[in-house]
């Protein structure tokens, strides 16, 4: 099983609707395995969003097949996706997307009450994760009372405290200075060792070049 491929797409295909139809991606296919530390690089406007948008359960394909953790999910309805999403993956975003008037520790104990887990233990859990991350000492802090780099932590104690077999983190240090972003990144790649797989999209040569695989996309197909 721990053998088995964690995403298996098999010409994944996705247009954007609208008075314009765009071919955001097309033709993909990728097999990636369990404990992998993946970039994605590509120019703006090359389909890297909508491609973890997909590999999160946040968007259905248009065609094509999606493997997730040996299940197809293509053709799922959105409630299904989102049991899929809420149990197997773990989402960290560019602009960090932390609720602004809850503190560190609520922000990381959110994910905790939709699995339904009771108060005393999504506490010790938030705690414990944001320990993990180097962030004990800030539980009580705002968003608005933390630095970049310590925003970007709590998404990613956030994106973990439920111990997802998938981290998909969209441009994670996209708003970072250089050292707080390798940083991130190194974060990331003691959670690879793990066993936990992680794909995250960068621009940065040096970042990309700290993950064990690099796939690029150029003008919504993969390239090489
Ligand atoms: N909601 C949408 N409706 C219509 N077109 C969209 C939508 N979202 C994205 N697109 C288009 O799909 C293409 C791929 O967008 P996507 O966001 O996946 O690119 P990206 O590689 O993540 O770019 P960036 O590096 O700038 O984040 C772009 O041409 C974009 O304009
Ligand atoms: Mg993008």
Do not use: W
Request: with cysteine.
């Amino acid at each position: 099983m721990s053998n088995s491929p964690v995403i298996e797409m098999d010409k994944i295909c996705y247009t954007y609707g609208g008075a314009r139809q765009v071919f955001a991606l097309q033709d993909i296919s990728l097999t990636i395995g369990a404990g992998e530390f993946i970039a994605i690089s590509g120019p703006s406007g090359s389909g890297k969003s909508t491609l973890m948008h997909i590999m999160g359960c946040m968007l259905t394909p248009t065609s094509g097949g999606y493997r997730l953790l040996g299940e197809e999910v293509a053709g799922r309805t959105s409630s299904q996706m989102a049991k899929i999403r809420n149990s197997a993956i773990g989402f960290v975003f560019q602009n960090f997307n932390l609720l602004p008037r809850a503190s560190a520790l609520n922000n990381v104990a959110l994910p905790l009450i939709y699995a339904g887990i009771g108060g005393k233990e999504r506490r010790e859990k938030a705690q414990e994760v944001l320990k993990k991350v180097g962030l004990g000492k800030r539980i009580s802090h705002h968003p608005n009372e933390l630095s970049g780099g310590e925003k970007q932590r709590v998404a990613i104690a956030r994106a973990i405290v439920t111990r997802p077999r998938i981290l998909l983190a969209d441009e994670p240090t996209g708003n970072l200075d250089r050292a707080t972003g390798k940083s991130i990144i190194a974060m990331l790649k003691d959670l690879a060792a793990e066993g936990m797989t992680i794909i995250f999209v960068s621009h940065d040569l040096e970042m990309v070049a700290e993950a064990t695989r690099s796939i690029q996309i150029i003008d919504s197909r993969l390239a090489g």
